[in-house]
């Protein structure tokens, strides 16, 4: 059985930062491309950044320069570095993880995490 587990979320005045954690853990063969979604308060889920294994990242129009995602193989770990935050950034901040799972029966399905929310107000 695999999961994924996001922390760091919290409440920040606009302009603060704050560092996302996803860890995936369990029964992993390879862990491939991590993907982090904001779940608004309107509940639109929006992509906001991407990161390969090997570190190729992407991200959203909204976040670029603000947002850095980078990740940690030994521990299987997803960082998401948020500065200058935004009231717009207020959400649920969800991990999907991409891989190869191992187990009784081997699969491939994206795993999600519970969630961390991040709230940006003054």
Not at 81 to 93: A, R
Request: net charge negative; hydrophobic share 30%.
């Amino acid at each position: 059985q695999v999961q994924v587990v996001e922390s760091g979320g919290g409440l920040v005045q606009p302009g603060g930062s704050l560092r996302l954690s996803c860890t995936v853990s369990g029964t992993i063969v390879i862990v491939n491309d991590i993907h982090w979604y904001r779940l608004t308060p309107g509940k639109q889920r929006l992509l906001v950044a991407s990161i390969s294994r090997g570190g190729s990242a992407t991200y959203a129009d909204s976040v670029k320069g603000r947002f850095t995602i980078s990740r940690d193989n030994l521990e299987n770990t997803v960082y998401l570095q948020m500065n200058n935050l935004e009231s717009e950034d207020t959400g649920d901040y969800y991990c999907r993880a991409e891989g190869l799972w191992g187990g009784s029966a081997w699969n491939e399905n994206d795993i999600w995490g519970q969630g961390t929310q991040v709230t940006v107000s003054s």
